[in-house]
Every structure is written in C-alpha cells, then in structure tokens.
C-alpha cells in the first residue's frame, strides 16, 4: 500500500503571498490532519479533515484553511504569508475517525522570504 | 491544555547499549499514546501505539510501557544501533477519541559506531 504522499515537497514564497499544499491519504484512510512543525513550537495541530467536514482545529489564525475531497484528498492554503508561516508541514492519515494510528507523510517544507 | 514533555533533549550513547527515553503528560484523560521517530528534514514514522487500557507494547528491539495514571510513558531501546540515530517523539491524543495528537519536543539519539 503506498503511504501518505505530500505535494509539493519544497516551497520558497515571499511575504505576502498565498500557498496551496496537498495531501494524499492512505487508500481507504478518511481521516487527514494537518500539522506546523516549527524550531521554537515543535509540532503544533491545524485542523482534520473526515468525509469532507473540517472536525477539529487547532489555534492557528483564520489565513490557514483546508479542505478536503470526496477520494480523501486534502489540501491546505495559508493566506497573505508572513516570515513566521516559515515551517515543515506535515500531514497524516487515520483510518476510521477516531484515534487510530496515525501515519505521517514526509512533509511540504515551506519557506517564505 | 495537555502539555507534553520529554526528557532528555538530546542523548548520546555508545552502540550496543540499552537505552530509555521518557516522557510525560499532564494530562491522563488520553485515548492513546504514540511513539514516531524523525530523522533530519523528513516526516515522522510511527513506532509503536499503546491504548489507554494497555500497559506496554513491543516490536523488535522497542518496547514502549505506559503508566496513565502518572501520567508517564517510556520507550526502551535494546542493543542500540547507529542507524537508531534521529529524533524520537511522544504524542498523545484527547480522551475525546479526538485526532489531534499533543506533541513531546523529542530527545535526539544519537548511537556512536
């Protein structure tokens, strides 16, 4: 079975801007998270996905939205960028919705200069 | 807010020795706990997952015990390798059966040859 796949890898924008990262579930996992993996914060939790509905969000300001589709797919755009969006985005699939194990992708590393 | 911590930050050992990594939860309303490492720049894969109701778990040379009530989980490494060397992190999810995972700040290993 392939695994939690992340598109694209790397990412350099500039202030300002607006970005689009994507997320390809295990096949028949419905469950996305999304996470910040950053120096100073370590890894923080943005929000989840099941069957389409946004389930749970963590404490991040409203320029950082996601969605997801009908095959599970997930995508999560962050707005107007500021330096501190600088970060390893990571997301992870679950099966089922609820705290199951959880496997991670290898990440989208963005850097806004 | 469930804080996590992990203790030591960083470790260095020689090959072949036993270690242990700890980590603690404030916490004890969780569903599960789960033990990933990271190596540099990549994204997290999972090593073992312990439930609530379950006081440890083994694969291969990993065993992970949970005390929940203390809120404490340990994770044992036997017969340390170099290729054990990366970040190992603790995560917990909420009571609620929720997806979003509380992250350690991680012990780095690294195992000399």
């Known amino acids: 079975k392939a695994g939690v796949t992340q598109t694209p890898r790397y990412l350099i924008k500039t202030r300002g801007q607006q970005v689009t990262l994507s997320c390809s579930p295990i096949?028949?996992?419905?469950?996305v998270s999304w996470y910040q993996q950053t120096p100073g914060q370590g890894l923080q939790f943005l929000f989840e996905?099941?069957?389409?509905?946004?389930?749970n969000k963590g404490n991040f300001p409203g320029r950082f939205s996601g969605r997801q589709f009908s095959n599970s797919r997930s995508e999560m755009n962050v707005s107007t960028l500021e330096l501190g969006d600088s970060a390893l985005y990571l997301c992870?699939?679950?099966?089922?919705?609820?705290?199951?194990?959880?496997?991670f992708g290898p990440g989208t590393r963005l850097t806004v200069t | 807010k469930q804080e996590v911590t992990q203790i030591p930050a960083a470790l260095s050992v020689p090959e072949g020795e036993n270690l242990v990594l700890n980590c603690s939860f404030t916490?004890?309303?969780?569903?599960?706990l789960q033990w990933f490492r990271q190596d540099p720049g990549k994204g997290l894969t999972s090593l073992l997952l312990?439930?609530?109701?379950?006081r440890e778990q083994t694969s291969g040379r990993l065993n992970a015990s949970l005390d929940k009530s203390s809120g404490r989980s340990t994770l044992y490494i036997a017969a340390s390798q170099p290729g054990d060397s990366a970040t190992y992190l603790c995560?917990?999810?909420?009571?609620?059966?929720?997806?979003?995972?509380?992250f350690g700040t991680g012990t780095r290993l690294t195992v000399i040859p």
């Open positions: 096949s028949g996992h419905r469950s």
């Open positions: 996905y099941f069957s389409e509905t946004q389930r």
């Open positions: 992870a699939s679950s099966q089922q919705g609820f705290s199951y194990e959880q496997y």
């Open positions: 916490d004890s309303a969780i569903y599960n």
């Open positions: 995560a917990v999810s909420p009571q609620t059966g929720a997806n979003n995972l509380f």
């Open positions: 312990i439930q609530s109701s379950q």
